[in-house]
Nanobody
Framework: VQLQAFGGGLVQAGGSLRLSCAAS????????MGWFRQAPGREREFVAA????????YYADSVKGRFTISRDNAKNTVYLRMNSLIPEDTAVYYC?????????????????WGQGTQVTVSS
């Protein structure tokens, strides 16, 4: 599946953004979808994931309660709503897809990646 992430930008601390990831292909609904991020000088890290039904979601502790992942299988799109943003959220955000159902916080299980979208949170 091919992925394209968009929706990033510059926002002040405390603000909100919604990222979108559009997928091509008719089998999008079979994939577990994840969001990851990578800040300068740091390794790419897990942010959130959602199973193929949309019924199960998973979050990194650092974003729990502030970020919400969702998906619309009819539109082949997964979203990441980010509220109460802090400067530490500044990073390039990537969406990813996997047919695996386990270890979904691990980068290694994801087969397809989008190009990334920059999120910058100013203090």
């Amino acid at each position: 599946v091919q992925l394209q992430a968009f929706g990033g930008g510059l926002v002040q601390a405390g603000g909100s953004l919604r990222l979108s990831c559009a997928a091509s292909g008719r089998t999008f609904s079979r994939y577990t979808m994840g969001w990851f991020r990578q800040a300068p000088g740091r390794e790419r890290e897990f942010v959130a994931a959602i199973d193929w039904t949309g019924g199960r979601t998973y979050y990194a502790d650092s974003v729990k309660g502030r970020f919400t992942i969702s998906r619309d299988n009819a539109k082949n799109t997964v979203y990441l709503r980010m509220n109460s943003l802090i400067p530490e959220d500044t990073a390039v955000y990537y969406c990813a897809a996997t047919l695996n159902t386990g270890a979904i916080s691990s980068l290694r299980v994801y087969d397809d990646w989008g190009q990334g979208t920059q999120v910058t949170v100013s203090s």
